[in-house]
């Protein structure tokens, strides 16, 4: 592959908690030049920061102004997931490409509208569609690249166990792919009209993501095509029977969302995948994936990675120095995460997406993954609601 000697240039938009992960992912980047030029918040003071910290050239308050910007190449979006759709269509629209976090869209209903959670799911599912298709469209109009975040494509331990599937040429049967945590201490993620959904949104999105894309490696190496086929799926409210003292130490406070999720996926072939997404889960928070092959078992371990524990009897000098996520201490035993943003695939993410802009070839991760993914999470919530499978 030849180097790439013009540099790839960089607008963000949205320099919230992603905006890290995202600065921390482009920091690896090699073999491609990647010139970080424009950080863009409503919010001033938190661009300055991430421009500070990443080493951005300038920050802005003006969307416009940013897609205005003829050098840029690349808007990557950040921004809460009720503008990823507009974001996305502006950006390619204005002849970029563009890099969109997950999920890709939901639906937050209309203006001033409460419990948006209590529209039929029927209904969401049919709006979503709509916003998708009419992105699918500007994709395919401007031919522009259309990169989907989704750090599990890109996780080293799924990485792994793809190459492994497509050397043996392993038929997989069964996935199963679980993300817990002790909620989250926003109230948006509470709230249906933020968030588009609950956890399983929020999070389930992950595993789920991951297993297509790995029912997709299998494919491709065996000759084969295959397509989901139905999506089977219960969600509720575990914390509801909760009383306050109860719930003291769980943060998810749910008011039209879920707080745990079971999705059932099937594929053409007869196989499956499980996702179950649990808003309730003390100890640090957990991301497995597990993959059940005619031939061999991988189980994947992505967080807790379980490369180092640690134990301490006090934090003098912790102050600075995370060890997992969603720890109340660092005292007794815990999991140290350790090279989290290679494990978790924030690295590999923005090496893939840097490449496939320089060397103009598909991401690992695009637009349709992103499109299957929402469309089963929707189809998920309907199936829930109307406790029947639904077909595609
Ligand atoms: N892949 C992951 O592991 C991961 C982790 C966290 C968040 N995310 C995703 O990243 C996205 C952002 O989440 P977050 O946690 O960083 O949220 P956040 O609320 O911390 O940050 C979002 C930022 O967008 C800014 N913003 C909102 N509207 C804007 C507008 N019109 N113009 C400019 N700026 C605007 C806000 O001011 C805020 O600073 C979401 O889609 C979320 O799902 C992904």
Not at 247 to 268: L, N, Q
Request: with cysteine; net charge negative; hydrophobic share 35%.
């Amino acid at each position: 592959m030849e180097k790439s000697e013009k540099p790839i240039v960089i607008g963000t938009i949205g320099a919230g908690y992603a905006a890290y992960l995202h600065g921390d992912g482009y920091r690896h980047v090699s073999g491609v030049p990647v010139r970080l030029k424009t950080v863009c918040d409503l919010n001033l003071e938190l661009a300055s920061k991430v421009k500070e910290r990443f080493g951005y050239e300038q920050v802005t308050g003006s969307y416009a102004d940013m897609l205005a910007d003829p050098e840029i190449d690349v808007i990557d979006i950040v921004t809460p997931p009720f503008l990823h759709c507009p974001m996305a269509i502006q950006a390619m629209r204005a002849g970029k490409h563009v890099i969109c976090e997950k999920p890709l869209t939901g639906y937050f209903g209309e203006p001033g509208q409460e419990r948006v959670g209590d529209v039929p799911k029927r209904e969401m599912y049919r709006k979503i569609l709509e916003t998708m298709d009419q992105l699918k469209q500007v994709v395919e109009e401007t031919g522009k690249r259309f990169l989907y975040a989704e750090n599990f494509v890109y996780a080293t331990p799924i990485r792994k166990a793809a190459r492994l599937i497509q050397a043996k040429k392993s038929k997989i049967l069964f996935l199963q792919g679980f993300v817990g945590l002790k909620g989250s201490s926003s109230p948006a993620a509470g709230q249906w009209n933020k968030t588009g959904g609950g956890q399983l949104m929020r999070n389930g999105t992950h595993p789920l993501t991951g297993m297509l894309w790995l029912k997709q490696q299998e494919a491709q190496a065996r000759g084969e095509t295959i397509t989901v086929r139905s999506v089977t799926a219960d969600v509720g409210t575990t914390t509801a029977c909760l009383n306050e003292y109860e719930h003291r130490h769980i943060s998810a406070r749910p008011e039209d969302v879920e707080d745990y999720a079971a999705v059932s996926v099937t594929f053409s072939d007869g196989t499956k995948c499980l996702t179950i997404a649990s808003d309730t889960v003390l100890g640090g928070t957990q991301n497995t994936l597990d993959v059940f092959c005619n031939d061999s078992a991988l189980r994947c371990q992505i967080t807790p990675p379980k490369l180092l524990d640690t134990y301490f009897l006090d934090e003098e000098g912790l102050e600075e120095e995370p060890l997992g996520e969603m720890l109340p201490s660092k005292l007794g035993w815990n999991g140290a995460f350790v090279s989290d943003d290679v494990i978790r695939g924030y690295a590999g993410e923005m090496q893939d997406f840097m490449e496939a802009v320089a060397y103009g070839r598909p991401a690992a991760s695009g637009f349709d993954l992103a499109y299957e993914t929402a469309r089963i999470l929707y189809a998920a919530y309907q199936s829930a609601e109307e406790g029947r499978r639904i077909d595609f």
